[in-house]
């Protein structure tokens, strides 16, 4: 079990606070399933709603992970941070794109990325690292979900 922060669709902005388990199906996002995705089979994420995102989609959570991307409007852009990659996807599709797709070597790209690109911030690397550690490197996985009360430790840092 993981914990993490995550934007909604806009269109459920009234959902901010609510927290969500999803449970990985094992299967990836725009014909993206891979070993890395199967290995999350199962894997539970427990995320908060704490913002919102006009290009969100439903049923869709854009997971807060430094180095994931910085979405639609630049976020953390300013943060002082090394290169964070893509504009969507982050340090995780730099990866992809720079392997050609070859799934076998996004852990070792990520860490380096992570790695480099955080050099400056070790909660920031460690909040990167779980892409690599928790998440497989797995670009967008496919997952079910359901509302469940929030646990103390997502209230304690919101």
Known sequence: MAFAFAAVPASNGGQCGKCFQLTFTGEGHYSS?????????????IIMAT?????????????????????????????????????????????????????????????????????NDEQAKKGCMFLVDYMQSACNPEHNYVEVECPQVLKDRY
């Open 51 to 119: 913002n919102i995102g006009g290009d969100v989609q439903q049923g869709q959570f854009d997971i807060m992970i430094p180095g994931g991307g910085v979405g639609m409007f630049n976020g953390c852009s300013s943060m002082g941070w090394g290169a964070q990659g893509e504009q969507y996807g982050g340090l995780l599709s730099d990866c992809e794109k720079e392997s050609n797709y070859n799934a076998g070597t996004y852990a070792k790209c990520l860490t380096e990325k992570c790695n480099k690109a955080f050099s």
């Open 33 to 45: 399933t891979n070993a890395n995705t199967k290995k999350l089979k199962g894997k539970k994420l």
